[in-house]
């Protein structure tokens, strides 16, 4: 079947998080399953639109109210990421460095679901199914059920997967026009809470949900930002289904962009290789247990727990951890890092911002991962992790509750159940215990190396879903 995933990132395009990874990775395993692949993203000016070939495919022109937008849709010319990949390319509103974080943002992803689905209805073939993801994309359900000018593609199927729930791109019905023309009777669909909210119009109206772990959905039953009784409401037509990473992306016995390869039987004296150059690279000391976290520093993360984490945890083993962390977010907590460094030469070292290359060594190198989130839909940077014999120390959320068990229980890692400095700081002293163990320590350093979180299994769970939406033919 032909199959569109409509998203806000796509790796190696655009990434900002893991929803990247999953619009970048996903789209090839279903590809490998027989399918006809296509992802549609907005046209940053990205490193990789500049390195790579497009080719002119479709123009238009969105109107938003008074604004018209020219636009063109561009193709890769390669087959290189296994799936069709088609940036939507409008001038004024994407050629820009950044994914998000704009004034208008509300113009740019409105405009951008009105342009993916203008050249889709302009297109020859229906596509059986549109995977939508995140609230950016919210839209799409609706209007592909609802606006005149998409009646060509009433027969789409549509899925909504959540990949964060936070977040739902809200705006006011002041600018309600900016939407294509559509039966004013279905506008109840559009409001929430006083408000036109993209991700509650998609769970309203796509064929299914789904959210990036089972345990998320529990959780967002209970807690999702004012749509818990939405959720409630839909429980019947979503499911929870776990991502999966890119195992070829992320294979420690080929990875290109870390120092020494190695599998499970070499893994200590690679892993220790590893290490070597990170602690040479952020003055460190490589006989000493390394804890590093990767990811955005926001709340959501835990990422404000860090620099009382650090600093508790390192002055309570004084001298015999290190600490190194990589990420970007709020500025508080990115100054209270960097203060840190004064505070803990040698033992403790930030790199703020974000960069691929780095986060593939850190996984090989570090001999422990913290996910301090008190927020993990799902959660990648643990299935990183465990690939590459890297013990993750979570809090019991989402998918981290769903894919890392205490070693006390037999399992993989080591988990807490507060997003608390305490809870934390317990963890990372039975850690240190741990490391001292090492025949307990490589045991579950091999159980997690052994663990298969590959999309294989999982994509075809997502093409079940497809099969049951088209089957039962509700539009
Ligand atoms: C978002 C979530 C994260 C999830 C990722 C991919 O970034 O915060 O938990 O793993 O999307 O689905």
């Not at 964060?164 to 039966?183: A, I, R, S, T, V």
């Amino acid at each position: 079947m032909e199959i569109f995933h409509i998203s806000a990132e796509c790796y190696p395009m655009a990434k900002v998080g893991g929803l990247a990874d999953v619009v970048g990775a996903l789209p090839k395993y279903q590809t490998n399953a027989g399918h006809k692949l296509r992802v549609v993203v907005p046209c940053y000016d990205t490193k990789f639109r500049n390195e790579n070939e497009f080719e002119y495919v479709h123009w238009g022109s969105v109107t938003l109210g008074n604004f018209e937008f020219p636009f063109s849709v561009l193709k890769e010319t390669t087959d290189k990421l296994g799936y069709e990949l088609y940036l939507i390319e409008i001038k004024e509103l994407f050629d820009r460095p950044n994914v998000y974080g704009y004034e208008d943002d509300i113009e740019r992803f409105v405009s951008f679901q009105i342009a993916a689905l203008d050249w889709i209805s302009g297109r020859k073939i229906v596509p059986a199914v549109i995977n939508c993801h995140d609230h950016h994309t919210g839209l799409i359900p609706f209007l592909l059920k609802y606006a005149y000018k998409y009646e060509n593609l009433r027969e789409v199927r549509t899925v909504i997967t959540i990949h964060n729930g936070l977040y739902q791109g809200w705006f006011g019905f002041d600018k309600l026009h900016y939407l294509p023309e559509f039966d004013l009777i279905h506008v109840g669909f559009l409001e929430w809470g006083n408000s036109l909210n993209s991700l509650a119009v998609g769970i309203k109206c796509a064929n299914f949900v789904t959210t990036v772990s089972p345990s998320y959905l529990n959780e967002i039953n209970i807690s999702a930002n004012g749509l818990e009784s939405l959720f409630n409401s839909v429980r019947t037509k979503s499911r929870g289904i776990l991502n999966g990473i890119d195992i070829e992306v992320w294979d420690p016995s080929k990875d290109k962009m870390i120092i020494k390869n190695y599998s499970l039987e070499s893994s200590e004296i690679g892993k220790q290789k590893n290490k070597e150059k990170l602690c040479e690279q952020f003055e460190l000391d490589p006989s000493k247990p390394l804890f590093s976290f990767i990811g955005r520093l926001f709340e959501e993360k835990g990422g404000d727990l860090l620099p009382q984490v650090s600093a508790l945890a390192l002055s309570e083993n004084f001298e015999n951890i290190n600490i190194l962390i990589l990420g970007s977010g709020n500025s508080v907590i990115e100054d209270q890092l960097v203060q840190l460094r004064n505070d803990y030469k040698g033992n403790y070292n930030v790199f703020i911002g974000y960069n691929e290359e780095l986060a593939h060594l850190i996984y090989a190198g570090s001999d422990f991962i913290l996910m301090p989130s008190r927020v993990e839909p799902c959660g990648l940077n643990q299935m990183y992790a465990l690939r590459y014999g890297t013990i993750p120390i979570v809090r019991r959320t989402g998918g981290l509750r769903d894919t890392v068990i205490d070693f006390g229980d037999d399992g993989n890692g080591i988990c807490h159940d507060q997003a608390s400095v305490g809870d934390i700081c317990y963890s990372v002293n039975r850690a240190v215990k741990l490391y001292d163990d090492k025949i307990n320590f490589n045991k579950i350093r091999k159980i997690g190396m052994e663990t298969d979180h590959s999309w294989e299994r999982v994509c075809q769970e997502y093409i079940e879903i497809y099969n049951l939406i088209i089957e039962k033919n509700e539009i």
